[in-house]
């Protein structure tokens, strides 16, 4: 999973990046548009727990990677780089950052973050109208010298472009249509950006952590909605943090009374952005953690895992992350009909464990 950092220029997307990957890109832009990847392993606590327990030789955490464009998306007014939006078009979500802070906290200057969220997603719909717009150009095309009878599912397509192209100019971003599987299906390969998951993610002063929940509450309920999820964090004061052992870390944060940890924050509500859940797989050699979109079956997680596991499936057990560790063991859980035995198409729940029986 790719998440792709966006933000004004000098938002604090380096920091916020350098905090979360506990990495050390340097701040400002160099001009180019290389980013910055950096993989972060996901926490987890019910995959420690879990380990804890069965004792695996090996332990995976899922794994996000984050990528941090130099400079704003929106440099001095000019419209972003068609290279710039294309890098955003390949991430799976993206990762607004919005400007909060003060340089000088006793100053009087303010930074408006729902303006710059606002212009910000007014340049996201500006893309994907510009996109559509060249998407039906090729189509009244390929209508026009279409044998009859040819021509059904290219005007299935030109009329459901026509209602997104309606919803970007009534000032909706594509996320919130709702759509046919066959018409997701028929976007998916658009990559239209307002159709990506989001994260906006306030960067506040130092000053204002104690007053953070609260902001929290104010910013969902301006921008919450559908495939977008709101926080606020102080990139700064996270990046202090990241450099510091877990423990200290843990120490600093008692002390300041901040009782989130807002890189694990981001992670969580990134996760949750992307619509994943988590399922673990325990054995002896290895534990592992694996994120999916909620709805996958069994048959769809074991290709996850591997193909032959997928091709030669028979059936799965399973048992929830807790219930295991109640039992204390997997005979346990089997004698107390806590380990059920489920078919192909079991939809796979958040803290599933399971084990797939395969034959190949
Ligand atoms: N006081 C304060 N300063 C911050 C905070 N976050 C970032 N900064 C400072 O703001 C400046 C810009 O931060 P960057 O992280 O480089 O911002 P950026 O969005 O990556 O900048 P560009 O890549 O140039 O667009 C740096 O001097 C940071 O130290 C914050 O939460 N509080
Ligand atoms: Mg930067």
Redesign the pocket.
């Known amino acids: 999973m790719d998440l792709g950092l966006i933000?004004?220029?000098?938002?604090?997307?380096?920091?916020?990046f350098n905090a979360v990957t506990r990495g050390h890109a340097s701040?400002?832009?160099f001009g180019g548009l290389e980013p910055s990847i950096g993989v972060v392993k996901q926490p987890d606590e019910r995959l420690d727990r879990l380990c804890d327990l069965i004792k695996p030789k090996k332990v995976t955490f899922t794994e996000v990677r984050y990528l941090?464009f130099?400079?704003?998306l929106t440099v001095r007014d000019q419209s972003p780089s068609a290279a710039h939006l294309a890098a955003l078009s390949q991430c799976d979500a993206l990762v607004l950052?919005a400007r909060a802070?003060?340089?000088d906290p006793t100053a009087e200057e303010s930074f408006d973050g729902d303006s710059q969220i606002g212009e910000i997603n007014l340049e996201l719909a500006f893309a994907d109208a510009a996109m559509l717009e060249r998407r039906a150009q090729k189509l009244d095309i390929s209508v026009r010298s279409a044998r009859p009878g040819e021509r059904d599912a290219d005007e299935r397509e030109q009329t459901l472009i026509q209602r997104l192209r309606e919803a970007l100019d009534r000032g909706e971003p594509l996320r919130a249509q709702p759509l046919t599987a066959d018409e997701r299906r028929t976007i998916s390969g658009y990559q239209l950006l307002t159709n990506k998951p989001l994260v906006i993610m306030l960067?506040?002063?130092?000053g204002d952590i104690g007053r953070i929940d609260e902001i929290e509450a104010e910013l969902t309920e301006r921008w919450g909605g559908p495939g977008v999820q709101v926080g606020a964090l102080?990139?700064?004061?996270e990046k202090e943090l990241a450099e510091l052992s877990d423990e200290e870390a843990a120490e600093f944060r008692a002390d300041l009374g901040l009782e989130t940890d807002g890189t694990a924050r981001l992670l969580h509500l990134s996760q949750q952005a992307l619509g994943l859940l988590t399922f673990y797989t325990v054995g002896e050699p290895e534990g592992r953690a694996w994120a999916t979109p909620a709805g996958s079956t069994a048959l769809d997680v074991a290709a996850k895992i591997h193909t032959d596991i997928a091709r030669g499936f028979i059936r799965c057990e399973t048992v929830g992350w807790q219930e295991l560790l109640d039992c204390g063991s997997y005979a346990e859980a089997r004698k107390r009909g806590q380990l059920r035995t489920e078919g192909k198409q079991y939809e796979v729940q958040d803290g599933d464990v399971l084990h797939i029986l395969f034959n190949v």
């Open positions: 933000g004004q220029q000098g938002s604090g997307k380096t920091t916020v701040a400002g832009s941090d130099p400079g704003g950052i802070f003060r340089d960067n506040i002063d130092e102080c990139g700064k004061l």
